[in-house]
């Protein structure tokens, strides 16, 4: 495995996971080339990589089943790493399609196009692919725990995962899997539970907490994400997967509350709403492979501190999500949350 590569594509790299990877490829590795291919969905956004320098991050806009722009632009390229996707659970209640069209069809086509012109491929996928745990079981996830997805957003990321072993396995492609956990930091769309909540109380709007409050996430600082997809890359193990995760298990409440002290408001100052359909309960990570393995571990392990850079982040950046702010919650009123 090379210890760099000089010129990658970067799928969904206008999206808030991506976009954070883009930031952190030209930040500590200078030497690397990226290609942006984004679709700009609702999800997109090209502020989000706007000023970097201009001979390191070229975006192109397109879809990633498109096979004729794939065939355009992907010679040249070393690697592949496919961030790109459908990703809010809530959405995929509404409406399924564009998950299976984006998460399923879109992978098969990144798939078929590293085969014909052997690029290295590295595949961003998440814990849900998993189901979820009890609270009380004292089990995580690890790469052997099998697939049991809840969801159709989940559900259309498994498929993928599984088409990525397929094409490894018949085709001999050079990839790698990562299952990484819920990511909060600055970029992410205000649809999300942290945003959506910052940016309800600084618009004088409550908070709106789904069911009993219960649930169990499992946080990572998006930088730390980055940092692990980068070690993955390029000193993962061909064919392998490997589980991203900080140990940071907290439930929902106790993040609200978190939030409302960091933003100066009372605890109880939040709207309990109807529970999502299919509420996974709880994720949790066992991430010892990737670090013992590859020696990574993750650097962002203050969540208060992070969580107060966040809030910063969106009350200095109001300008980025104020103009989706009212239709994003009017999608959210029509079904009741
Ligand atoms: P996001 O919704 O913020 O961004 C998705 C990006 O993909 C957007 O820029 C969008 O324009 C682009 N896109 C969508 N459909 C496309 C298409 N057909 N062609 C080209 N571009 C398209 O998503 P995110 O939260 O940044 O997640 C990125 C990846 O990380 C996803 O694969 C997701 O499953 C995975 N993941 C997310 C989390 C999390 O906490 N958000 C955790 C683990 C894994
Ligand atoms: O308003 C809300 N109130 C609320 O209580 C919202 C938007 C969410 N929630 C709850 C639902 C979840 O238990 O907060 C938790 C987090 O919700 P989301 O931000 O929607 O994330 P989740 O469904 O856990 O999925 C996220 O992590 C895994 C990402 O969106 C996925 O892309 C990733 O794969």
Redesign the pocket.
Known sequence: MPDTYKNIIV?????????NFVHYVVNNHPEVHVTV?????????EE?IAGLPEDKVELVV????DKKLLDEIMPGHDAIV???????NDNSIVDPE?FL???VE?TYCLLEACKKYDVRYHH?????VYGDLALDDPARFTEETPYNPSSP?SST?AASDLLVRAWTRTYDLKTTIS??????GP???IE?FIPRQITNIICGVKPKLYGDGLNVRDWIHTED?SSAVWTILTKGKIGETYLIGADGEKNNIDVLHAILRGMGKDEDEFDWVKDRPGHDRRYAIDSAKLRRELGWKPQYTDFEGGLAKTIQWYRDNEAWWRPVKEATEAKYAKVGQ
């Not at 397109?62 to 089943?65: E, F, H, P």
């Not at 496919?82 to 809010?88: I, L, Q, R, T, W």
């Not at 961003?124 to 849900?128: I, Q, R």
């Not at 299952?179 to 909060?184: I, V």
């Open positions: 799928t969904g790299g206008c999206g808030f996971i991506g976009s291919l984004d679709k700009l969905t609702y999800a997109g956004n989000n397109g879809d990633i089943c496919h961030y790109a996707a459908e990703s809010h564009p069209h984006t998460n879109g961003v996928s998440t814990d849900e957003y990321k299952n990484c956990s819920n990511n909060y970029y992410q769309h999300k994400h």
